[in-house]
């Protein structure tokens, strides 16, 4: 494939999402919140995995491969815990003055699938996205390299948690893509507010929990060297790693939801610990691309996204 770096570097940030993909966010830096919107062009598809065990999702039933719909309309990711959720109205809102929707017998009806982070406790408490918030986003969403680091719904965002919030390491948004030998863009957008470590290609922790000389500690040695449970008190129990895969292959919506889990392997990569009762993991696949699927297509475009969605979790914390 080609635009990727040397093996375990986990793609480029230099390439943009496929044609027609638009990324915007909002963020309020004081109440350390905001939200980030992925608005793909009319008629995509999607597929979502959701792992671990404290998820805080909207209208992901509707794109699993059960349901009788086959688009979406926007992808949301947000910060303000269960609160944020009100952000994907907004969203739904500029969507149908764009007019933009699932075409229906009384008008299109937008299609926003939407899942949250856990970030009440960084910031304001009281600072949540809302409908303006995700009308703004949406405002701002325009196509190209999207913006990373501490914005939209990773304004909020740390990693390492083991010791308390105070000793976590701060993360954020990220970002990464690839393209294959066809040409076809594999790109990963990952807002990353992990309970565990961020870890490198090499295996070493690129962010987690802080010694007492600011050194990198390993969340997964402190567990296995406890005696008795952590300090319930301090440990933050609401934690979250979120992906977009976006993509220009032709996928339709089963096959969207094979990547999805596919590009989940490559949270596993780069988190750890991961999936955990303490986390809401949760990727989208966005797929844009026309014509049939074909057998080798979902394999080939899942093993990108997996190297691409580590890579774009390695660069929101570094």
Avoid at 233 to 256: I, Q, S
Wanted: glycine letters at 16%; proline letters at 6%; one cysteine or more.
């Amino acid at each position: 494939m080609s635009g990727l770096n040397p093996p375990g570097a986990g793609g480029q940030t230099t390439i943009p999402p496929p044609h027609g993909f638009l990324v915007g966010h909002w963020t309020n830096e004081q109440g350390a919140t905001g939200c980030t919107v992925v608005i793909p062009p009319p008629g995509s598809r999607a597929g979502v995995d959701v792992r671990g065990g404290g998820p805080g999702t909207r209208e992901t039933d509707v794109i699993s491969p059960f349901a009788g719909t086959s688009e979406i309309t926007a992808v949301l990711l947000t910060g303000g815990s269960a609160f944020g959720l009100a952000a994907a109205d907004g969203v739904a809102h500029w969507l149908e003055e764009s007019g933009r929707g699932y075409e229906t017998q009384a008008g299109r009806v937008p299609i926003v699938s939407a899942a949250v982070v856990y970030d009440l406790a960084e910031g304001d408490p009281r600072a949540r996205p809302g409908a303006d918030a995700g009308y703004a986003a949406c405002a701002s969403a325009v196509a190209g390299i999207p913006k990373r680091g501490r914005i939209g719904a990773g304004a909020g965002a740390a990693v390492g948690k083991i010791l308390g919030r105070e000793r976590s390491a701060t993360a954020g948004v990220g970002y990464a893509a690839a393209r294959n030998g066809s040409g076809e863009t594999v790109a990963a957008l990952a807002v990353v507010n992990a309970f565990g470590d961020v870890i490198g290609a090499d295996g070493r922790a690129l962010a987690g929990p802080r010694g007492d000389e600011g050194e990198v500690l390993s969340t997964a040695e402190l567990i296995a060297a406890m005696k008795e449970p952590p300090d319930w008190g301090r440990l933050e129990e609401r934690n979250t790693t979120l992906v977009c895969v976006m993509t220009d292959a032709a996928l339709d919506k089963a096959a969207c939801a094979r990547v999805s889990r596919m590009a989940s392997g490559g949270v596993s990569r780069a988190v750890d610990p991961v999936h955990s009762d303490v986390d809401g993991d949760v990727t989208f696949c966005v797929s844009a691309g026309s014509g049939a699927t074909d057998r080798f297509t979902p394999i080939s475009i899942g093993t990108i996204a997996a190297t691409v969605t580590a890579g774009a979790i390695r660069g929101a914390v570094t």
